[in-house]
């Protein structure tokens, strides 16, 4: 295994050298520095085997994150991997996990192993749906057609976002199945109808509304991406129209409106009034992405809200510190099993989705994983990490007693605080 002393002296795994956690070094001594041009034809990739590797030889989630980052260009991989100011928030929703403990039981009948579940009517095989990613072909050709398909074959739930790159109708005929459309609501409301009009007409069966990307473009401080793309030496020109990124200018979801007054993503008057306005609109299934407290889950409840999404955007919006995994018990509380309870960030094994459904959620999300493997290996990567999480979440099962999804309670888990 090739290693590389980073600045301060510090010796890391090559293949991370360029990730989240070292992009605080001045920009002359950057681990993005592997993706120059004159790095990668100096010395051997990270892993030279990478090439020959399928994504099946790939052994757990997180090793998809460097070959993601072989594959892509920096600009690319730093979208994908970056949060906002230290990134402490996106690398907090993983650790959080870590804060908890199992409690295995034994004298169990483990004949039968059941990991499907009941949500709106349908049966789900796995507790665990595939999140709204923006972009996706940035990461791979196929984009969001080739995760649709990926969600067709492992039979799971997909939400798309309103700045997916592939038109919901592509995706849908490739899911062959109805997706959840994640909705920016964006400024205009005019804008924010026609959207909720197109998504349901098209088929999608719930809209997903964002209340978590309050902070405008301009202010927010994602030092990772901009790092990246300092090293990153392509027009963006070239794909961004007049080297803008906004996603209304360019999504296929916003193709055909005026957006000539959108100015950003989130409407700043986003009240309960909003709320309401917009639970009038929608005919179909409403959920609330972006809810951490127990106050908002039940102010959304009372609103009408379908569902409730826990959710910090993966870190990339706020830097609260606080992990989605441990917002979990209060916003469940508040919500009293009237509504199902998701939750998103940091969720990296299948004994992190044991948790998560432990302390009360009903499944939980996936994001940046199906960026890494779709970046690598296209669909299969995107089913290969699906098939990760299945067995890992069977082996725990098995090993902590609990042959199906409704026996995995609030005892089955401990918190380090209360171990003292």
Partial sequence: MRVSQAKGGAVR????????????????????????????????????SAKKL???????????????????????????????????TLRRNEEAYGDYEIRARRFVDLTQLNMGLDVFGSRWRLPIYLSAVSSMRAFH?????????????????????SGSSVSLEHVLSERAAPVWQQLYATDDWAV??????????AGADAIVLAVDTTVTHDVRNSETLKRAMRLDSRPCS?????????????APLFADLDVSRVHELSPPNMTLQWLRRLRDRVRGKLMVKGIVTGEDAALALQRGVDGIIISNHG??????????????????????????????????????????LALGATAVGIGRPQGWGLAAFGQEGVEAVVDIYARELQAIMRQAGTPKLADIEAHAVLHRRGLG
């Fill in 192 to 201: 924010t109808e026609r959207m909720v009009d197109r998504a349901e007409k």
């Fill in 315 to 356: 870190g990339r919006n706020e830097e609260t510190l606080r992990a989605t995994i441990d917002c979990v018990p209060e916003v469940v509380a508040a919500v009293k099993r009237k509504v199902p309870v998701f939750v998103d960030g940091g969720i990296r094994r299948g004994t992190d989705i044991f948790k998560a």
């Fill in 238 to 250: 070239t794909c961004h129209k007049e080297n803008r990124h906004d996603m209304w200018l360019k």
């Fill in 54 to 88: 399928g994504a099946k030889d790939v052994l757990n989630v997180r090793d998809f994150e460097p070959l993601a980052q072989q594959a892509l260009p920096p600009a690319h991989f730093g979208y994908l991997a970056t949060g906002i100011d230290d990134d402490r």
């Fill in 141 to 161: 050709p196929d984009g969001e057609a080739a995760v649709g398909r990926a969600a067709a074959s492992r039979s799971i739930q997909m939400m798309l976002s």
């Fill in 13 to 48: 795994n090559r293949h991370f050298l360029m990730t989240r956690r070292n992009v605080m070094a001045a920009a002359t001594a950057l681990p993005f520095l592997a993706w120059s041009s004159e790095s990668r034809s100096a010395e051997p990739s990270a892993d030279a």
